[in-house]
């Protein structure tokens, strides 16, 4: 210790008051740390349950990836209410909320989710893109269509009342 600390600390017991004080500073950052950590992995939670009922899928779960006192399951799911559905070797079902996991666990299985949604939304967005596609082309025609029904459609009614009018004539 330099000269400096020790005349800092002349009174026995203001060394150690010190660092209770800059302990007391540490765990009261500790603790909103710890809080806001909660809550963003809470609002994670909710916006994965946002991303994945856009695909309304299950999503399998890597069991190595499953948080310790989870690690016997034979199967794991994540559904799209954000629920990690395990089953057990005899068949057995246990679900458990995402939320109630540790945030380093929530951040786990979404950091492996991440890629199969991005995956599927891809695909849906292509289908979807395809039909978009297919459903233009038929309205083209559709309207095409109709624009000729109603040309042919005026024709028969000039038609029509040709012969009306020179049937009236001719009487």
Known sequence: MSKENEDRFQKPGEKVVAELRDIQGEFAQLSELDEMEHNYALKLVDQ???IQSVVDSVVPLAKESLPEEYSRAKEAYLTVDAVMVLVDEKGNHTS??????EPNQILSTVTQVTPILKK????????T????????????EVKKAS?????TSRYADQTEEDLVASSIASE
């Open 147 to 151: 624009s000729s029904l109603k040309q």
């Open 120 to 127: 599927a939304i891809a695909e849906k967005r292509r289908a």
């Open 129 to 140: 893109g395809d039909r978009v596609e297919v459903l233009e082309k038929i309205l083209r």
């Open 48 to 50: 994965l349950k946002q």
């Open 96 to 101: 458990v909320p995402l939320s109630r996991l």
